[in-house]
């Protein structure tokens, strides 16, 4: 039996609206010279946020699936934008004209060695039960960015596909030419099984989530519980994301609907060549029971009732697709409260609202509760309030295909947006009942501090819950076990949601929140109202929770006297980078690159980070000049060359990892190249680390 939403129901009356209790105001707030007035405003904004209402929003957003373009996406569009505009804010629709695919033709075929038929798919989603699974706007199984092609190749399983999965098949002499790779979803982005089954030569990838992962080996599957049903398939892009987001096109300029096509460049190098489809274990099952050669390795066993085999021999499959690949119309949804003494300096917060199919936790929670914010903000206005820089809410859309909405926006506005204070993510806002988040290292006390103002549902405030609480983390943030001295973690931002070009592309320090839970219908038509409501949040209290956090990030940032970076635990993060960057670089048997400058540059940075630091406490001079030194420093660690190899991605400090997708590589240019035995490069890369150092160090030391 399933006693979340009876719980919730014992609860409902005391905590259906969750009060503000006076003792979670804080007296005093790094960044305010006196925070008696804002506190006050904060208290306001805090008693707004309906949870009744942010089901209302979830339900009507979740009533038809939406991907990302057709008419239904559309609705979702006009109706955000209704509300951003019966708030207050100035709200527009921008569209772009991208390039992505639909799927006409997905088909698997599955033979045993004698040539019988095993299994004939992707099997369509199907549970007792379910309200959505039967609408025929349900979008088949299928990859974003997944080649055309008809294939017929033997089997070899992968495990979770990652380089030292494809580097342990290697030591086995197993050869993936021609071959089909079957890998289980986990532990790296889905791209990224992809891009290194293509290298090794495979024709063909098959992607399916095994039950110990998300499926009955967690607990109870849907409609029972909340986790995988034998028919659930993860959809998902298969971009290489970690080359570059966006428009696969347009790499680096905005995909307007009056971009000539000759501005356009072939997107080959940033898509796979080879097919991909995902499919359910239902489908993989008779493939893994079939399939012969060596029994696997330790760790690579899954929870299906055989011993696993890696191939080849026993199985070949037969794989179609025919992807429908066209420039289609997205709509961002963008909405403008006006700053009255910085209107330039920008506090941009943003959500994405397409979805695979229903999308009820991802995104639509974050769409609910962000319409929550939005609320709370306009009953602000109403007031008479305004805020001190300017506030703007995005509701992105096609991030499910490749990040394309925010990119695209962020492209187009990179002028802009290098006086952009913040950028504050949510996506998969509410999963169940664990708050976590991740963040630039200078953004990381922000979030700490500002979650001692909220309340949470289960009494006492979002930060004590976090503090006592152990998530498993999602697919953009770590296990938010704290680290040694910390009571929270904030784990780092990689990418994989719509903080990648805010961040790495521009440079805009950003964070990202979310409150997580027992959650296995993850990309699937199970992610819908019914699963939410018994799974997740039957009474809505932790989308009000998460629009409390969500608004009071954006409320807080745009009034601050002086901005709240913490710029000592940023360059002190860094020294500990190189310090682990040199230990690696003699155990690859690298070491004769000399780190000398890169070490003397962080030292300095942390020297110029303290002696600033005095001054935010301070709070006195010209604040106006301290803070735009401030903003600069995020700045100065951007290199105008990028990354090598993949050079839209142009943060110094932090990349998604080209075999990892979503986790976060540290120094990326220096790490990369060490992991490539490039004493070369990685002498070059430690020369452009210096010199963003020695940047923001100067930045620093000459703020007034």
């Known amino acids: 039996m399933n006693l979340r939403p009876l719980l919730g129901l014992l609860l409902l009356s005391a905590l259906a609206q969750v009060s503000i209790p006076a003792q979670t105001a804080p007296e005093v707030v790094f960044g305010y010279k006196d925070f008696a007035a804002e506190s006050k405003i904060e208290q306001q904004f805090l008693a707004v946020p309906d949870a009744k209402l942010a089901g209302q929003h979830l339900k009507t957003l979740t009533a038809e699936p939406h991907l990302a373009s057709t008419p239904e996406d559309h609705k979702t569009a006009e109706y955000v934008a209704a509300k951003f505009r019966a708030a207050g804010l100035d709200t527009e629709i921008v569209p772009y004209r991208v390039l992505?695919?639909?799927?006409?033709?997905?088909?698997?075929?599955?033979?045993?060695?004698?040539?019988?038929?095993?299994?004939?798919?992707?099997?369509?989603?199907?549970?007792?039960?379910?309200?959505?699974?039967?609408?025929?706007?349900?979008?088949?199984?299928?990859?974003?960015?997944?080649?055309?092609?008809?294939?017929?190749?033997?089997?070899?399983?992968?495990?979770?596909?990652?380089?030292?999965?494809?580097?342990?098949?290697?030591?086995?002499?197993?050869?993936?030419?021609?071959?089909?790779?079957?890998?289980?979803?986990?532990?790296?982005?889905?791209?990224?099984?992809?891009?290194?089954?293509?290298?090794?030569?495979?024709?063909?990838v098959l992607i399916y989530s095994d039950p110990q992962d998300d499926g009955y080996y967690k607990g109870d599957p849907w409609p029972l519980g909340p986790w995988r049903p034998e028919t659930g398939v993860q959809r998902g892009s298969v971009q290489f994301l970690f080359k570059y987001p966006g428009d696969p096109e347009t790499p680096g300029v905005a995909s307007t609907m009056d971009l000539p096509d000759s501005a356009r460049i072939s997107p080959d190098g940033n898509q796979p060549r080879i097919i991909s489809i995902p499919i359910s274990y239902h489908d993989a099952s008779p493939i893994l029971h079939a399939l012969q050669g060596e029994g696997v390795p330790q760790g690579w066993q899954g929870a299906l009732p055989f011993r696993y085999h890696v191939g080849p021999g026993g199985v070949k499959v037969h794989l179609v697709s025919q992807q429908d690949y066209q420039r289609r119309i997205i709509w961002d949804v963008i909405g403008k409260v006006k700053g009255t003494e910085y209107p330039d300096d920008w506090v941009v917060a943003g959500n994405h609202r397409d979805a695979w199919?229903?999308?009820?936790?991802?995104?639509?929670?974050?769409?609910?509760?962000?319409?929550?914010?939005?609320?709370?903000?306009?009953?602000?206005?109403?007031?008479?309030?305004?805020?001190?820089?300017?506030?703007?809410?995005?509701?992105?859309?096609?991030?499910?295909?490749?990040?394309?909405?925010?990119?695209?926006?962020?492209?187009?506005?990179?002028?802009?947006?290098?006086?952009?204070?913040?950028?504050?993510?949510?996506?998969?806002?509410?999963?169940?009942?664990?708050?976590?988040?991740?963040?630039?290292?200078?953004?990381?006390?922000?979030?700490?501090?500002?979650?001692?103002?909220?309340?949470?549902?289960?009494?006492?405030?979002?930060?004590?819950?976090?503090?006592?609480?152990?998530?498993?983390?999602?697919?953009?943030?770590?296990?938010?076990?704290?680290?040694?001295?910390?009571?929270?973690?904030?784990?780092?931002?990689?990418?994989?949601?719509?903080?990648?070009?805010?961040?790495?592309?521009?440079?805009?320090?950003?964070?990202?929140?979310?409150?997580?839970?027992?959650?296995?219908?993850?990309?699937?038509?199970?992610?819908?109202?019914?699963?939410?409501?018994?799974?997740?949040?039957?009474?809505?209290?932790?989308?009000?929770?998460?629009?409390?956090?969500?608004?009071?990030?954006?409320?807080?940032?745009?009034?601050?006297?002086?901005?709240?970076?913490?710029?000592?635990?940023?360059?002190?993060?860094?020294?500990?980078?190189?310090?682990?960057?040199?230990?690696?670089?003699?155990?690859?048997?690298?070491?004769?690159?000399?780190?000398?400058?890169?070490?003397?540059?962080?030292?300095?940075?942390?020297?110029?980070?303290?002696?600033?630091?005095?001054?935010?406490?301070?709070?006195?001079?010209?604040?106006?000049?301290?803070?735009?030194?401030?903003?600069?420093?995020?700045?100065?660690?951007?290199?105008?060359?990028?990354?090598?190899?993949?050079?839209?991605?142009?943060?110094?400090?932090?990349?998604?990892g080209e075999f990892t997708g979503y986790a976060a590589v540290v120094i990326p240019g220096v790490n990369e190249a060490i992991d490539a035995k490039d004493a070369t490069r990685a002498t070059q890369q430690l020369a452009v680390l210096t010199q963003a150092l020695t940047r923001a160090a100067h930045t620093l030391e000459t703020a007034p």
């Open 357 to 656: 199919v229903y999308g009820a936790v991802d995104p639509n929670s974050g769409t609910a509760a962000m319409l929550e914010s939005v609320h709370g903000i306009g009953e602000l206005l109403k007031q008479g309030w305004h805020p001190r820089r300017t506030i703007v809410f995005c509701s992105w859309d096609a991030e499910e295909e490749g990040l394309i909405g925010s990119t695209e926006w962020v492209e187009q506005h990179a002028k802009t947006l290098e006086r952009a204070v913040a950028y504050f993510n949510v996506d998969v806002a509410v999963a169940g009942p664990d708050f976590s988040a991740a963040a630039v290292p200078s953004l990381k006390q922000f979030i700490r501090e500002l979650t001692h103002s909220v309340p949470s549902p289960l009494g006492a405030t979002v930060y004590d819950q976090w503090r006592n609480t152990k998530p498993e983390g999602n697919e953009h943030r770590a296990s938010n076990a704290p680290k040694e001295n910390e009571e929270v973690h904030v784990g780092d931002l990689g990418s994989g949601s719509d903080f990648t070009p805010f961040l790495q592309h521009v440079g805009v320090p950003s964070t990202d929140i979310g409150s997580g839970g027992p959650y296995g219908v993850y990309h699937s038509t199970f992610d819908d109202y019914a699963w939410f409501v018994q799974n997740a949040d039957p009474h809505f209290l932790y989308l009000q929770q998460m629009a409390r956090v969500f608004g009071l990030e954006a409320l807080r940032m745009a009034d601050t006297d002086v901005l709240p970076y913490d710029y000592v635990t940023y360059a002190k993060a860094i020294e500990s980078y190189i310090a682990a960057a040199k230990r690696k670089a003699s155990d690859a048997g690298v070491g004769s690159v000399d780190f000398a400058q890169a070490e003397l540059a962080a030292g300095h940075f942390v020297a110029a980070a303290e002696k600033t630091h005095d001054l935010q406490l301070a709070g006195s001079g010209d604040l106006a000049k301290l803070n735009q030194a401030l903003r600069q420093t995020e700045a100065d660690l951007i290199t105008d060359a990028g990354l090598p190899n993949r050079p839209w991605f142009r943060h110094t400090i932090y990349a998604p």
């Open 100 to 204: 992505m695919n639909q799927p006409k033709v997905v088909r698997m075929e599955a033979f045993d060695a004698s040539g019988n038929l095993l299994i004939s798919g992707p099997t369509r989603e199907h549970v007792e039960g379910d309200p959505g699974q039967d609408d025929p706007r349900v979008v088949m199984p299928f990859n974003g960015s997944s080649g055309s092609g008809d294939v017929t190749g033997e089997v070899v399983y992968a495990n979770y596909g990652r380089l030292e999965d494809f580097d342990q098949l290697a030591a086995q002499h197993v050869d993936l030419h021609g071959k089909i790779v079957l890998v289980r979803y986990g532990a790296n982005f889905r791209g990224v099984k992809v891009y290194i089954a293509q290298q090794r030569g495979a024709v063909g």
